[in-house]
């Protein structure tokens, strides 16, 4: 593996959509007791669910810390590959690579990673095994790595078509605690040399008390070229009510790098969900605080789904719109199998099922 | 990856080889401090000259700890692949996977290690980390791994000729610290079903203080079929003049698995080295023991080489014999590069170049 320094534009390599084919697709097994309640046994059981339901149409990577190794080899069926490697956390989609291609072959971008805002308001302290896991997955898989570890950004904060054009939220990119030194512009100018990015259109807000600072994986995501699904609910009364309409008028506004109207299909969000006491009883404090309060709402969204080579892997919470939010996936990726996986021990840890994953992109 | 069960030579495997043609080989960042002077920089700059030569004709693993991944990385060419794993110290030849063939697909055989005599005779406690490693590298490789833990062996213990012959060492096999509950006939039996083998041929003893209780591989290899090079001394007044003289006779009245005479190639030894107070110093204690005394004699022998698809890479001690010893191998593999790396700094360790490489076996 060679660790380059130039730009992944110049070298001709730009990042593809999602819905691109895959190689595979990287996970990290659960472990930290501040994040997922009892030891993470209910978390491990969602997470092996999404992996063996991945595992059907691709190559899937486990990444688990020494300790951690049998645990996640008796859990997983066998083809699922597990790794040993220590992370902090298991967020894949932030800490592993972002995968660019020429086409032919692919690189990895190893951002920097401080947990979310760093010491302004970043999750959690040190987080230097997460930060240096995306040079080491690339020297697994024997692709060059581009250093890119003096710009803060997590790979569930950006979504691509893979035709130039790149959707994200201010609240993220913007925010205090990523990259206070840059403008607008500079981020800008950051995101479309590495990633071959020529349109970038920004939503100001994703979904409310996502503590990623509002990733764009949680409220808006491609499902193609010039078609997106964003996290809707008609309840005025919601604070989330005015935060997806500030996305629906921005996406209806806005052309992208092709110059094609952007198609907005509404994905309705479930009811609140809120954690319990009796979960929150599971996790261990952090510097003598808890890491969450009984009844703090969760930032539940179906849109966070992931797309395999042959699924749609969708989140359910055991709400009236479960049902719905496959539906409308099923008329959107039509070649695709949809699948739900209840999803609530994934969500108690802060995100969900693409939060937990990190697409490999085909290569020859 | 499958964990099995069964016996490899029932589902049709064997162990090929070491000259037989590989993909590639398994090292390991050295990093103890009670085996390595001064930090093991030394030891890493004589392991990465190593590594770099086999890379020249055959793919090279290494695995590093967390701590070590980056020093690792940044030592060696980047065609060399490094992969986070945690060791208790750095002999691949011993704890990583014996691999089997079927002469299309590989698997790895995981034996139990307890550190060359467990809490009879061996050389650290604990030993867990090393015992685990195999299991992982057969996951990393996507290859089957045959649990038997339940059987203490290290590869540094075995030869074969892949044509159904083994050679090894009673006073290695048959010590207390290893199976003290199998009779040597059990023991071949064992052999016998792992490694496909039909004849074994049994010397008493290998290279005089060699502290791993004698393994093969510092005393007797094979260089082809029916032909091994032996580690040679003719100074009666060394104690090794005995063991290796036993050796020679054991091997001129033995046939191999085909009924063949074995040729018996006298290999000259070094001068005795020995360790000087300088590099005592740079090791860490052990429960408060040293680990090496000053003068005390290192068991250097040139048998200790690996053979690499392209390369024969023979350990040198600034001896008067260094280039005689390169002269017989160039003579016994007349297709190959015989190199020779000035070894002192493995051999400080307690070993040489075979015992910090496993070669795999190449498949389709």
Redesign the interface.
């Known amino acids: 593996?060679?660790?380059l320094h130039s730009m992944p534009c110049e070298d001709g390599f730009y990042m593809p959509a999602e819905f691109s084919e895959h190689y595979g697709c990287i996970m990290i097994w659960p472990h930290r007791r501040d994040s997922w309640q009892y030891g993470a046994y209910a978390a491990r059981k969602a997470f092996a669910k999404v992996a063996e339901e991945i595992s059907k149409s691709e190559k899937v990577i486990i990444l688990a810390r020494?300790d951690d190794?049998d645990s996640a080899?008796f859990m997983l069926p066998?083809q699922i590959?597990?790794?040993?490697?220590?992370s902090d956390d298991s967020w894949a989609r932030d800490v592993a690579p972002t995968f660019v291609t020429n086409g032919k072959d692919i690189r990895g971008i190893d951002w920097g990673f401080n947990a979310w805002g760093g010491l302004v308001d970043g999750l959690y302290f040190p987080w230097d095994?997460d930060n240096?896991i995306a040079?080491?997955i690339c020297?697994?898989l024997?692709k060059?790595t581009y250093d890119k570890r003096n710009f803060i950004l997590e790979g569930g904060s950006i979504h691509t078509d893979g035709e130039g054009t790149l959707i994200t939220t201010e609240a993220c990119l913007l925010s205090k605690g990523r990259n206070p030194d840059m403008s607008k512009e500079e981020i800008e100018e950051m995101l479309k040399k590495t990633l071959g990015i020529k349109k970038i259109i920004w939503l100001k807000s994703g979904i409310y008390n996502d503590e990623t600072n509002e990733h764009i994986d949680n409220i808006c995501a491609f499902t193609a070229p010039a078609e997106v699904v964003l996290a809707w609910t008609d309840d005025k009364n919601d604070p989330q009510y005015e935060m997806s309409k500030s996305c629906l008028d921005i996406l209806e506004n806005s052309t992208d790098a092709k110059g094609r109207k952007i198609k907005v299909h509404k994905l309705p969000l479930p009811k609140p969900v809120y954690i319990m006491a009796e979960e929150c009883n599971g996790l261990d404090d952090m510097n003598g605080e808890p890491t969450r309060t009984p009844n703090e709402r969760l930032a539940a969204s179906y849109v966070n789904f992931y797309i395999s080579n042959g699924s749609v892997i969708c989140p359910q919470f055991n709400d009236e719109n479960d049902k719905k939010a496959l539906e409308i996936l099923k008329e959107l990726f039509p070649t695709r199998n949809v699948v739900g996986i209840y999803a609530r021990d994934i969500l108690i840890g802060g995100g969900n099922i693409h939060c937990i994953t990190q697409q490999i992109p085909r290569f020859e």
């Open positions: 593996m060679k660790i020494y190794y080899r066998p590959k597990v790794v040993e490697m220590e095994r240096r040079r080491k020297d697994l024997d060059d």
